[in-house]
């Protein structure tokens, strides 16, 4: 509205045998409008101008990937999860694949802050990079999957997926018919560390006897290598394996062997339906809606989310064909009681694969404790590179 300037008020009188009208002016300043002095019809007017002004602006969005939305595991469900809060906020946003942990990473995260408001970066190995780029951007919002550095304009997110790893483990125990099992595992970080952990402690839980072979690949996706390291567990005699990684080519040289096999990420059944085990799912949706409308409702702050199976974040693929009843009851009952805090996975006594104890009876680790973990429990063999 145009400011308006004082004015002084005057009265005309009209000549004799016309309609009388008396214009009242009234006094006005600079920054309000008394609606009592304005004339009947400027209700209507603003109610009008009220109804035209435009929507509140919505947020500019970006995602960095490190890997394709095609890979069918981890960048794939974080483009769902991209694609449902765009259907849920209707926001477009834009989204770079194949970005390298490297200093690659922080040339493109840069890019992105400088044309967008929020910016997901939704692997380990961006951490350091989208802090470096947050202190450069303080009125842009990064968020951080699976990291534990922060800022004001920065905070993290990820899940405890170890308890789908937990669950698993308890089918993989059943499934095995020699008491030995595979895990090809990424990098020989805390986050791969601690699901293979919880993996073998679910195995452990139905059958004391079973041991976790580890293969490290250090890859996030690249199938070739991920096969290669699925087959020399195959030919050390795993019957059952699992993988940390983002392709299903352990679940297909698996059965190739006729051994049963789960990946990580999503529901990886269709490629070997008659061998597939299960699985830890990520559901990254709901987050991505709560993290955006927060922006658009100038709530958010910055913190370290961590979700888990009780709110959704962290899901179990549904079984392979050929799982026995019997063991999907155990592994539900087992879920029905995390889910319920009930069971917690990392609740002593554990020891490490070198014989020290680590969790005494009764103790739980806290999820610092757990996020921070660099330790392998007894019953897996192998080490951690260093």
Same mark, same amino acid.
């Given at each position: 509205?145009?400011?308006?300037? &004082? ?16 214009v009242g002016c009234g006094s006005n300043n600079n920054t309000s409008t ?25 947020? /500019? ?8 939305p095609g890979d069918g595991g981890y960048t794939y469900q974080h483009d ?87 669950l698993s483990g308890i089918a993989a125990g059943k499934m095995t018919k020699?008491? &030995? ?43 070739? /290598? ?8 195959? $030919? ?13 080519? /352990?679940? &297909? ?11 990580? $990420?999503? $529901? ?57 009843? @019997?063991?999907?009851?155990? %592994?539900? @009952? ?17 020891? $490490? ?12 680790? /806290? ?9 392998? %429990? ?7 590179? &260093?």
């Amino acid at each position: 509205m145009k400011k308006r300037g &004082q004015f002084i008020t005057s009265c005309l009188a009209l000549m004799v045998l016309m309609t009388v009208a008396l214009v009242g002016c009234g006094s006005n300043n600079n920054t309000s409008t008394n609606a009592t002095e304005a004339p009947a019809t400027t209700t209507a007017a603003t109610e009008a101008t009220a109804t035209t002004e435009p929507a509140a602006k919505k947020p /500019t969005v970006a995602f960095v990937y490190i890997g394709p939305p095609g890979d069918g595991g981890y960048t794939y469900q974080h483009d769902q999860g991209r694609l449902y809060m765009e259907k849920e906020l209707g926001i477009k946003a834009d989204f770079v694949e194949n970005v390298p942990e490297s200093a690659d990473a922080e040339r493109i995260i840069t890019e992105l802050a400088q044309s967008h408001d929020i910016v997901f970066t939704t692997s380990f190995g961006y951490m350091d990079f989208t802090l470096n780029v947050a202190g450069k951007f303080p009125n842009v919002k990064f968020l951080h999957a699976s990291g534990y550095k922060t800022a004001e304009n920065m905070g993290t997110y990820f899940g405890k997926n170890y308890q789908a790893s937990y669950l698993s483990g308890i089918a993989a125990g059943k499934m095995t018919k020699n008491n &030995q099992l595979g895990y090809v595992g990424a990098f020989p970080i805390s986050e791969v560390i601690y699901n293979l952990n919880a993996y073998t402690l679910g195995a452990q839980s139905v059958n004391p006897d079973v041991k976790v072979n580890v293969v490290w690949t250090n890859t996030w996706y690249d199938p070739t /290598t991920e096969r290669q390291a699925a087959i020399s567990l195959l $030919d050390k005699g795993a019957d059952v394996l699992l993988a940390y990684q983002d392709s299903p080519a /352990t679940l &297909q040289a698996a059965a190739e062997r006729g051994a049963f096999a789960g990946g990580n $990420d999503s $529901d990886m059944s269709k490629y070997a339906p008659d061998n597939y085990l299960t699985n830890p799912v990520w559901n990254w949706g709901p987050y991505y809606v709560k993290a955006v409308q927060a922006v658009m409702d100038g709530t958010w702050k910055s913190e370290q989310y961590s979700g888990d199976m009780a709110d959704g974040m962290v899901e179990l693929a549904p079984f392979g064909n050929k799982i026995p009843d @019997d063991v999907k009851k155990l %592994v539900e @009952d087992a879920k029905a009681k995390i889910i319920s805090g009930e069971l917690e996975v990392f609740t002593g006594p554990i020891s $490490d694969n070198q014989g020290n104890v680590k969790v005494q009876e009764g103790q739980k680790l /806290t999820l610092e404790e757990v996020l921070g973990m660099n330790w392998l %429990v007894k019953g897996v063999e192998g080490t951690i590179p &260093q």
